[in-house]
Nanobody
Framework: QVQLEDSGGGLVQAGGSLRLSCAAS????????MGWFRQVPGKEREFVAV????????YYADSVKGRFTISRDNAKNTMYLQMNSLKPEDTAVYYC???????????????????WGKGTLVTVSE
């Protein structure tokens, strides 16, 4: 079974930066697409970014495009989300996710993700 461990959340001032990490175990990391999603209480889970198996293709939500960067280090079984120019609207629990194919599915709500981490809280103050 896939195990995903999110980390790196915290309290940041508006305009600041934060880097989230997701360590994966349980199966070959480099074979699968991965992504980041976020959620606030009472609202549906929101797509943030996805990355294919080799890291040469990525896709971002319009709300974070140009500010966030998703990346992966397959040798370390770890995925990252570098968040810059943070806004209060970015406040949420961020979840890492892993799919069961080598590429993300742009036509589905979860972009082909099948496994989810526990989440890490990001709070951006005004």
């Amino acid at each position: 079974q896939v195990q995903l461990e999110d980390s790196g959340g915290g309290l940041v001032q508006a305009g600041g930066s934060l880097r989230l990490s997701c360590a994966a175990s349980g199966r070959t990391f480099s074979m699968y697409a991965m992504g980041w999603f976020r959620q606030v209480p009472g609202k549906e889970r929101e797509f943030v970014a996805v990355i294919n198996w080799s890291g040469d293709h990525t896709y971002y939500a319009d709300s974070v495009k140009g500010r966030f960067t998703i990346s992966r280090d397959n040798a370390k079984n770890t995925m990252y989300l570098q968040m810059n120019s943070l806004k209060p609207e970015d406040t949420a629990v961020y979840y890492c996710a892993q799919g069961s194919r080598n590429y993300y599915a742009t036509g589905s709500k979860d972009y082909g993700m099948d496994y989810w981490g526990k989440g890490t809280l990001v709070t951006v103050s005004e």
